[in-house]
Nanobody
Framework: QVQLVESGGGLVQAGGSLRLSCAAS????????MGWFRQAPGKEREFVAR??????????YYADSVKGRFTISRDNAKNMVYLQMNSLKPEDTAVYYC????????????WGQGTQVTVSS
Protein backbone atom coordinates (compact mmCIF):
# COMPACT_ATOMS: atom_id res chain seq x y z
CA GLN A 1 0.00 0.00 0.00
CA VAL A 2 1.04 3.55 -0.74
CA GLN A 3 -0.35 6.47 1.21
CA LEU A 4 -0.32 9.87 -0.46
CA VAL A 5 -0.92 13.15 1.33
CA GLU A 6 -1.19 16.42 -0.57
CA SER A 7 -0.57 19.86 0.90
CA GLY A 8 0.01 23.41 -0.20
CA GLY A 9 -3.38 24.33 -1.57
CA GLY A 10 -5.11 27.58 -0.75
CA LEU A 11 -6.59 30.81 -2.04
CA VAL A 12 -4.55 32.91 -4.44
CA GLN A 13 -5.26 35.78 -6.81
CA ALA A 14 -5.08 35.33 -10.55
CA GLY A 15 -1.50 35.57 -11.73
CA GLY A 16 -0.18 34.23 -8.46
CA SER A 17 1.66 31.03 -7.62
CA LEU A 18 1.27 28.00 -5.41
CA ARG A 19 3.40 24.95 -4.81
CA LEU A 20 1.65 21.68 -4.07
CA SER A 21 3.44 18.86 -2.31
CA CYS A 22 2.66 15.16 -2.22
CA ALA A 23 4.22 13.02 0.49
CA ALA A 24 4.30 9.29 -0.20
CA SER A 25 4.64 6.65 2.49
CA UNK A 26 4.31 2.92 2.82
CA UNK A 27 6.59 2.21 -0.13
CA UNK A 28 9.37 3.94 -1.97
CA UNK A 29 7.83 5.41 -5.10
CA UNK A 30 11.07 6.03 -6.99
CA UNK A 31 10.10 3.67 -9.81
CA UNK A 32 6.47 4.76 -9.88
CA UNK A 33 4.93 7.22 -12.27
CA MET A 34 3.54 10.03 -10.15
CA GLY A 35 0.75 12.21 -11.41
CA TRP A 36 -1.32 15.23 -10.53
CA PHE A 37 -4.98 15.43 -11.42
CA ARG A 38 -7.67 17.97 -10.65
CA GLN A 39 -11.43 18.10 -10.41
CA ALA A 40 -13.42 21.29 -10.61
CA PRO A 41 -17.00 21.54 -9.31
CA GLY A 42 -19.41 19.89 -11.71
CA LYS A 43 -16.62 18.56 -13.92
CA GLU A 44 -14.85 15.26 -14.32
CA ARG A 45 -11.39 14.69 -12.94
CA GLU A 46 -8.72 15.62 -15.46
CA PHE A 47 -5.04 14.94 -15.93
CA VAL A 48 -2.66 17.79 -15.10
CA ALA A 49 0.88 16.39 -15.15
CA ARG A 50 2.90 13.25 -14.56
CA UNK A 51 6.52 12.41 -13.97
CA UNK A 52 8.53 9.23 -14.37
CA UNK A 53 12.14 8.55 -13.47
CA UNK A 54 13.88 5.87 -15.53
CA UNK A 55 16.98 5.68 -13.35
CA UNK A 56 18.87 8.14 -15.50
CA UNK A 57 16.34 10.49 -17.01
CA UNK A 58 13.24 12.18 -15.70
CA UNK A 59 10.29 12.36 -18.08
CA UNK A 60 7.46 14.81 -17.48
CA TYR A 61 4.22 15.38 -19.34
CA TYR A 62 1.62 18.12 -19.06
CA ALA A 63 -1.91 18.85 -20.09
CA ASP A 64 -2.03 21.54 -22.75
CA SER A 65 -3.99 23.79 -20.41
CA VAL A 66 -1.10 24.02 -17.94
CA LYS A 67 1.92 23.63 -20.20
CA GLY A 68 4.37 26.47 -19.66
CA ARG A 69 2.77 27.47 -16.35
CA PHE A 70 3.03 24.35 -14.17
CA THR A 71 6.11 22.30 -13.38
CA ILE A 72 6.08 18.83 -11.86
CA SER A 73 9.13 17.57 -9.99
CA ARG A 74 10.09 14.84 -7.60
CA ASP A 75 12.59 14.29 -4.81
CA ASN A 76 13.23 10.56 -4.72
CA ALA A 77 15.31 10.80 -1.56
CA LYS A 78 12.35 12.29 0.29
CA ASN A 79 9.64 10.27 -1.50
CA MET A 80 8.01 13.55 -2.49
CA VAL A 81 6.40 14.97 -5.60
CA TYR A 82 5.71 18.65 -6.22
CA LEU A 83 3.61 20.76 -8.55
CA GLN A 84 4.76 24.34 -8.98
CA MET A 85 1.89 26.39 -10.35
CA ASN A 86 2.58 29.84 -11.76
CA SER A 87 0.43 32.38 -13.58
CA LEU A 88 -2.65 30.85 -12.04
CA LYS A 89 -6.02 31.48 -13.63
CA PRO A 90 -9.53 31.25 -12.18
CA GLU A 91 -10.11 28.17 -14.34
CA ASP A 92 -7.35 26.39 -12.40
CA THR A 93 -9.66 26.32 -9.39
CA ALA A 94 -10.16 22.70 -8.41
CA VAL A 95 -9.31 20.00 -5.94
CA TYR A 96 -5.87 18.70 -6.86
CA TYR A 97 -5.02 15.05 -6.36
CA CYS A 98 -1.71 13.24 -6.30
CA UNK A 99 -1.63 9.69 -7.67
CA UNK A 100 0.87 6.85 -7.99
CA UNK A 101 1.06 4.38 -10.85
CA UNK A 102 3.12 1.22 -10.51
CA UNK A 103 2.46 -0.28 -13.94
CA UNK A 104 2.69 2.26 -16.77
CA UNK A 105 0.18 0.27 -18.82
CA UNK A 106 -2.49 0.26 -16.12
CA UNK A 107 -4.48 2.87 -14.25
CA UNK A 108 -3.20 4.78 -11.24
CA UNK A 109 -3.17 2.57 -8.20
CA UNK A 110 -3.18 4.97 -5.25
CA TRP A 111 -4.67 8.41 -4.72
CA GLY A 112 -4.40 11.12 -2.12
CA GLN A 113 -7.33 12.87 -0.49
CA GLY A 114 -6.84 16.08 -2.45
CA THR A 115 -6.05 19.69 -1.68
CA GLN A 116 -8.22 22.65 -2.66
CA VAL A 117 -6.83 25.36 -4.92
CA THR A 118 -8.95 28.45 -5.42
CA VAL A 119 -7.90 31.22 -7.79
CA SER A 120 -9.80 34.48 -7.50
CA SER A 121 -10.18 36.91 -10.37
Amino acid sequence: QVQLVESGGGLVQAGGSLRLSCAASGRTVTSYTMGWFRQAPGKEREFVARIRWSGRTTYSYYADSVKGRFTISRDNAKNMVYLQMNSLKPEDTAVYYCAAQYNPSSSYDWWGQGTQVTVSS
